[in-house]
């Protein structure tokens, strides 16, 4: 029996509503976000520590699971986006970079970045070079690449059959949150602003030591420290819930790591640094010059402290006192004189700076052998302890108790 006109109209009415799945918005609120979590979860896991940088395997079960849901949830391909990602780290910050906000522009980057890798995702010699190793199976090549904004819209049509017109708001969430969290933070804010562990040889920074909100992402400097780790927080105060997840899954045998972030190992300190204290030093060399930077630190609170007591004015040491751990070329322009004439008005710090520079070197030096560079490097700790600075003295001793 049909049902009268008006019944239609009531159960499209109620439908519009309310959808199949009669939540109330707090439930839907909850809905949007642990799908928009999975979304993350997968980049990361799937798209960037497993596809992209190699750093461990995925069983079949979650690598599938992922694939599928990318496709639902952003339509990205995974050739597209590994390759872009890598052309990443290979020119990063230069013209070359896809999407650096060095060479761009952070307000390019953070509201032009789902832009810039759409642009970048057509550049064939970009996919020929880059793109290799990643999924080539029929389901890949038949479904999730030839009809990749397809299940975007099997999406839509599922969020609008489940809670009716507020599906669509859903869908438009979910569909923004990769471009807003990983083309435009990552990417921009990631390069732009934060703190650094490590003196990386690029522009990248943590954006938080809490990597929870995309999925440890966030520790975007100690990801461009150790790119091949499949572990992003270093320090014991950072948090990485995609390492969690990852860490489930080897328990079950869903998930195998090949590499996490080195570690530097300390044993007995040597009579003089030898060839292993080299392979040690140069292995696990961004540590060790955190340690430096740490000991610049101390001793420039000490100079600060010294000054204050003897009532003189401490401004310019307070002000040149972020960049003294830096590299040169890390140095704004506008900051350099005021960090000389830090530097001429104390020769502790001059000489912190300038042994810190010489010690870079040695694993900057490809010209010289490893014996030369063992030479180089009981040399330098012989001057470290001779210099009368009792932070130089401590810390050649922490290096020469490095062990491979």
Known sequence: MLLPDWAVLNAAIDWLAHGLWDLSWWQIVLYTLATTHITIAAV?????RTQAHRAMDLHAIPSHFFRFWLWLGTGMVTKEWVAIHRKHHAKCETVDDPHSPQTRGIDAVLWRGAEMYRAEAKNMETMAKFGHGTPNDWIERNLYTRY????VGVMLILNLALFGAVGAAVWAVQMLWIPITAAGIINGIGHYWGYRNFEAPDASTNISPWGVIIGGEELHNNHHTYPTSAKFAVKKYEFDIGWVYISLMRKIGWATVKKVPPKLVLGAIKPVADEKTLEAVIANRYEVMAG?????????????SALQQKGGDSALLKSAKRWLHRDD???????RPQLAQARAAHPVLDKMVTMREELRQMWMNTSHSREQLAVDLQAWCRRAEES??????????????AHA
């Open 148 to 151: 990749s904004w397809q299940g």
């Open 44 to 48: 990361t896991i799937f798209l960037h």
């Open 292 to 304: 430096y930077a740490r000991e610049m630190k101390r001793a420039c609170k000490a100079e600060i």
């Open 329 to 335: 070329d890390k140095v704004p322009a506008a900051a």
């Open 388 to 401: 009368g600075i009792e932070a130089l003295r401590q810390f050649s001793l922490k290096l020469r108790a």
